[in-house]
């Protein structure tokens, strides 16, 4: 019996790493989605935001929507895409064309 005990043994240690990956993964994919409706969310009230703005400067909206859309956004917490700081630069990956990729420097008055 002792080949038996053996396996038991070893099943059992099988299953309980089963049950420690499981959890793993399922804490991994519950941050992901959780990442994602906070993304969503956050987008929805940019989005509110963007139409209050466009609503007061364009159509003479009222500036109180403006405020409550800004204020709802910074209720809720930012998301990773958020950290970063918004400028007028262009983002770090973004070419530019002044860049000094070849076939990048074309003028009008080249054709």
Request: aromatic fraction near 2%; glycine fraction near 6%.
């Amino acid at each position: 019996m002792g080949l038996m005990d053996r396996l038991k043994v070893q099943a059992e240690q099988l299953a309980a790493q089963a049950k420690e990956s499981t959890a793993q993964v399922q804490a991994q994919v519950q941050s992901k989605v959780d990442e994602v409706q906070s993304r969503r969310t956050r987008d929805s009230l940019l989005r509110d935001l963007g139409a209050a703005y466009y609503a007061e400067v364009r159509q003479q909206g009222p500036h109180q929507a403006v405020e409550q859309a800004l204020s709802a956004l910074d209720a809720t917490p930012p998301t990773t895409v958020d950290a970063a700081p918004v400028s007028g630069a262009p983002a770090s990956g973004t070419p530019t064309a002044d860049a000094g990729q070849p076939g990048q420097d074309f003028r009008l008055d080249d054709i």
